[in-house]
T-cell receptor, first 116, second 112 residues
Framework: DGGITQSPKYLFRKEGQNVTLSCEQN?????MYWYRQDPGQGLRLIYY???????QKGDIAEGYSVSREKKESFPLTVTSAQKNPTAFYLC???????????????FGPGTRLTVL | SQELEQSPQSLIVQEGKNLTINCTSS?????LYWYKQKYGEGLIFLMM?????EEKSHEKITAKLDEKKQQSSLHITASQPSHAGIYLC????????????FGTGTRLQVTL
């Protein structure tokens, strides 16, 4: 079955520690995205990648880093510089980096990060 | 950047009743996506609208995009408990890029 997987589903981190969230897709999609969701604030874009070895900052990139070494994988690192990292993190992918056609984003099940 | 305003923020309806959720932008919507989310889960794609005046339906859910392409509505007919969840609209920022800006969501509860 094709889809997007995120791991782990729940993650606990001590303050001051970096943590990496995994996102893998087998849909052969070019573009991948990371969002953060807080109660009452909808989804906010952290980083996105339109093609392998390239990525751009979204609206709230401070305190986060990403890499895109393989088409299938787009891991997100939450660093100790992120002041309020407790949130629900969602990864998504779309077939193309360009608009045109339906080109909807497919979402993973999410990772809930809690900083203790 | 584009901002999307959704209304209402939350909605409680009795099973069998109709309801409408709105999504409004201050800028032209190049592509408007509707998603549904169960609490603590990922988003499920519902429909995408692109042309002014466009209307699409899937089962008991109908989405419309106004002629000016600045407002979209999602209408559910004869609501069922399975319709409960959070509905989010997302829009392309430009006509050439695939990234989306999302509204804050509408939480729908359906009572028996």
């Amino acid at each position: 079955d094709g889809g997007i997987t995120q791991s782990p589903k729940y993650l606990f981190r001590k303050e001051g520690q970096n943590v990496t969230l995994s996102c893998e897709q087998n849909l052969n999609h070019d573009a991948m995205y990371w969002y953060r969701q807080d109660p009452g604030q909808g989804l906010r874009l952290i980083y996105y990648s339109q093609i392998v070895n390239d990525f751009q900052k979204g609206d709230i990139a401070e305190g986060y880093s990403v890499s895109r070494e393989k088409k299938e994988s787009f891991p997100l690192t939450v660093t100790s510089a992120q002041k309020n990292p407790t949130a629900f993190y969602l990864c998504a992918s779309s077939i193309s980096r360009l608009a045109g056609g339906r080109n909807e984003q497919f979402f993973g099940p999410g990772t809930r990060l809690t900083v203790l | 950047s584009q901002e999307l305003e959704q209304s209402p923020q939350s909605l409680i309806v009795q099973e069998g009743k109709n309801l409408t959720i709105n999504c409004t932008s201050s800028k032209t919507l190049y592509g408007l996506y509707w998603y549904k989310q169960k609490y603590g889960e990922g988003l499920i794609f519902l429909m995408m609208l692109q042309k002014g005046g466009e209307e699409k339906s899937h089962e008991k859910i109908t989405a419309k995009l106004d002629e000016k392409k600045q407002q979209s509505s999602l209408h559910i007919t004869a609501s069922q408990p399975s319709h409960a969840g959070i509905y989010l609209c997302g829009a392309r920022n430009t006509g050439t890029a695939s990234k989306l800006t999302f509204g804050t969501g509408t939480r729908l509860q359906v009572t028996l």
